[in-house]
Nanobody
Framework: QVRLRESGPGLVKPSQTLSLSCAAS????????ISWFRRAPGKEREYVAG????????YYADSMKGRSTISKDNAVNTVYLQMDGLTPEDTATYYC?????????????????WGQGTQVTVSS
């Protein structure tokens, strides 16, 4: 089992940059991919970005390309997500999740471990 814990600022102003962290513990060596998802109020869960824990390859949802950066620090078992140019439409609960070897980064069913989520509100 892998335990994931998200952390973030909670409230961010429009146009600012969001920085989120996902700290992994437990049997992290059994998972190859860490991804970020989000769920906005009244909307379905949405894929944001993912990273391969060992190789470092990344994948971004089309809507996130150019404004998001996912990175990792293996030394502290942490994955980071940075998003620029926030708007109120980015208000959501952000989750990180881990998968062993998904057929594709966005293959939700492959993610076996989920964090509790961190609420992000974009408001002035």
């Amino acid at each position: 089992q892998v335990r994931l814990r998200e952390s973030g600022p909670g409230l961010v102003k429009p146009s600012q940059t969001l920085s989120l962290s996902c700290a992994a513990s437990g049997r992290t060596f059994t998972r190859n991919v860490i991804s970020w998802f989000r769920r906005a109020p009244g909307k379905e869960r949405e894929y944001v970005a993912g990273i391969n824990w060992t190789g470092g390859s990344t994948y971004y949802a089309d809507s996130m390309k150019g404004r998001s950066t996912i990175s990792k620090d293996n030394a502290v078992n942490t994955v980071y997500l940075q998003m620029d140019g926030l708007t109120p439409e980015d208000t959501a609960t952000y989750y990180c999740a881990a998968a062993l070897s998904p057929p594709h980064f966005t293959w939700v069913k492959a993610y076996t471990d989920w964090g509790q989520g961190t609420q992000v509100t974009v408001s002035s």
